[in-house]
């Protein structure tokens, strides 16, 4: 409650944001990436080096030269793509449903102590399930098509959504509660103004690990069987031992979470502005 | 549904002097115990329909609790609340309560949140805003109204608080120290601010304050209340400095002084007793 306290992210606000202070012993930002490269072609260049000494085996480790031609002939043709269409697509959607009914089931549990105290050791016992295990039977009852590899998306993000939700629900503050009451709110209306609102802040909090839930539901799911998608792209050159091709596969996966990971702290900035972390 | 009806009959038949009599808060015996410690014990109050009463009170005796029993959402433990002769069941709809504790939703902006009230209510969102931008203007908030509750200082905060209470028009009002954190530059001017509305249409209010010479200034009558626990009103006394005020110049007028000296020499009692009390807990 005090002013001091509470200017200080008004004056965080309303100045350009101001940079940390440089710590003593670190280089500069363009020295530190410059740097970083570095370190990647050094990686890149020990692999290279391990594998023609022969002292790895070849055909276990995959020539680092091949494996960036691959991916550079798997852009030129397009081929890659296709694959990278249908992996988005299906962690987008798994994304989507999972928090859907992530915030459903957590808004309503966390309205409801009796269903929740009923459902208690079954969502622990869910949640406690390495759930990807349930991939094969998702892609018996659904298919080899992208719904299988949603559905497992959706299962896999829905609890980290789920839990988050219930506790937001359950820890909105009574004060905002109890004002909102006076104002006139009546329940439906407490649930869109203050109960929603409220749990979706911790959605917020738990974006990353929600969006990269669903692209390990997405690639494992095209890993146990599919016709389209990078996990497949994976598994054919696997069942061909084209080691060179498995490893341009893992690189382009890194480079699609990398990308992915970034686009959701993009997101993240714009929806953040105005709400207290 | 049937209480509403029900409402309805009691105004029609009721003659209009008998209403006008009827006390806004009645307080009868109210005692209010958490678990095994007892807050409130037997205490009788009353607000007057269009009366301004402050309660003082030294900090934890339970001026919050009472005015939660004020609002409805703490049922006392034994005794009575009554509004407007009624006895209250359920939330106080007639009151508009100013908490204590930051309310605001923080994920709203000021201007949503000064309209958060009336869109409860189902007003047309245009209406809504528009009396919500006069509301902030009110408050001295103009330019101020897509800025959300973390990016305001902590008395801009309650004047949102206060706008968006303000707006609903209540007839009783409760205010939980609604100025405590204010400058003391803003403070008169919302003090100031407050008398002129409360005059317009003369609402009941019931404010808590541990100032003095706030509630001086400001009421009709100031009561004070015992340290806790167990609090109850020990004294009450009549403001009878003259209308309108102006609670800057007011704290000047020698009957201001009088009435300062007389209230303050019955609370130094209280004070010493709760201090003396705090000393003996140290000591445990
Ligand atoms: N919900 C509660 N549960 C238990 N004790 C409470 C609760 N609310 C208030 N109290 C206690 O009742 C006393 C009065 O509290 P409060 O009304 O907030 O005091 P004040 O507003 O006068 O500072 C305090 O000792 C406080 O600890
Ligand atoms: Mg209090």
Redo the contacts between chains.
């Keep these: 409650m005090s002013e001091i306290s509470t200017s200080l992210p008004t004056s965080a606000v309303a100045t350009p944001r101001r940079r940390p202070v440089k710590k003593a012993g670190l280089p500069s930002r363009g020295t530190m990436v410059a740097l970083q490269i570095a370190l990647l072609f050094a990686a890149f260049a020990t692999w290279f080096a391990l594998v023609k000494l022969k002292i790895l085996p070849v055909f276990f480790f995959g020539d680092p030269v091949l494996v960036l031609q691959q991916i550079v002939d798997w852009v030129v043709t397009g081929e890659v793509f296709v694959h990278l269409a249908t992996t988005l697509i299906e962690t987008i959607l798994g994304f989507l449903i999972g928090i859907a009914f992530g915030v459903a089931g957590g808004v309503w549990l966390g309205l409801s102590p009796l269903t929740a105290a009923l459902l208690d050791p079954y969502i622990k016992a869910f949640n406690a399930m390495p759930r990807v295990v349930l991939g094969p039977i998702f892609i018996v009852w659904f298919g080899l098509g992208i719904t299988s590899k949603v559905v497992l998306g959706v299962t896999l993000v829905f609890f980290v959504v789920f839990f988050n939700v219930f506790q937001g629900v359950r820890e909105v503050s009574p004060v905002v509660l109890a004002n909102a009451r006076m104002l006139g709110a009546n329940r439906s209306q407490l649930l869109r103004t203050v109960y929603i609102p409220s749990a979706m802040s911790w959605v917020f909090s738990s974006l990353h690990m929600s969006v990269g839930m669903a692209f390990v539901g997405a690639v494992i799911g095209e890993y146990l069987g599919s016709s389209r998608g990078i996990g497949y792209l994976i598994l054919q050159a696997e069942s061909t031992f084209d080691v060179n091709a498995v490893f341009a596969g893992i690189l382009v996966l890194t480079v699609f979470a990398l990308l992915l990971d970034t686009s959701v702290t993009l997101v993240e900035r714009r929806l953040i502005v105005g709400r207290p972390t | 549904m049937i209480a509403s009806l029900k409402r309805a009959d009691n105004l029609a038949t009721m003659a209009p002097a008998a209403r006008k009599a009827e006390a806004a808060l009645t307080f009868d015996h109210v005692t209010v115990r958490f678990d095994d410690y007892t807050a409130v014990a037997d205490a009788s109050i009353t607000v007057g329909d269009g009366e301004f009463v402050s309660i003082v009170g030294p900090t934890g005796c339970g001026k919050s609790t009472l005015l939660n029993v004020a609002?409805g959402?703490l049922e006392p433990t034994a005794g009575d609340i009554s509004v407007y002769g009624k006895s209250l069941e359920g939330?106080n709809?007639q009151?508009?309560?100013l908490?204590q504790?930051?309310?605001?939703?923080?994920?709203?902006?000021a201007l949503s949140n000064v309209t958060?009230?009336l869109?409860?209510?189902r007003m047309a969102p245009k209406d809504a805003e528009e009396l919500g931008r006069k509301w902030l203007a009110r408050v001295g908030l103009n330019g101020h109204h897509e800025r959300?509750?973390?990016?305001?200082?902590?008395?801009m905060?309650k004047r949102v608080?206060l706008a968006?209470?303000l707006i609903?028009d209540p007839k009783i009002i409760l205010m939980d120290e609604p100025f405590s954190?204010l400058?003391v530059q803003t403070r008169v001017l919302m003090e100031n601010e407050l008398l002129a509305l409360w005059m317009a249409d003369k609402k009941s209010v019931m404010f808590i304050t541990h100032d003095l010479e706030e509630a001086i200034s400001l009421s009709d009558r100031v009561i004070i209340l015992s340290a806790g626990p167990g609090t109850h009103p020990i004294a009450e006394f009549v403001i009878d400095l003259p209308r309108p005020r102006d609670v800057s110049e007011v704290r000047m007028t020698p009957r201001f002084v009088e009435l300062h000296h007389h209230i303050w020499e019955t609370m130094r009692e209280e004070v010493l007793k709760a201090y003396e009390r705090n000393q003996h807990k140290l000591a445990d």
Excluded at chain 2, 101 to 109: G, I, S, V
Excluded at chain 2, 148 to 155: A, K, N, R, Y
């Design positions: 609002a959402l939330l709809r009151a508009g309560y908490f504790a930051d309310a605001l939703m923080p994920w709203r902006t958060a009230g869109e409860y209510r959300f509750p973390h990016q305001l200082s902590g008395g905060r608080a968006q209470t609903m954190a400058d």
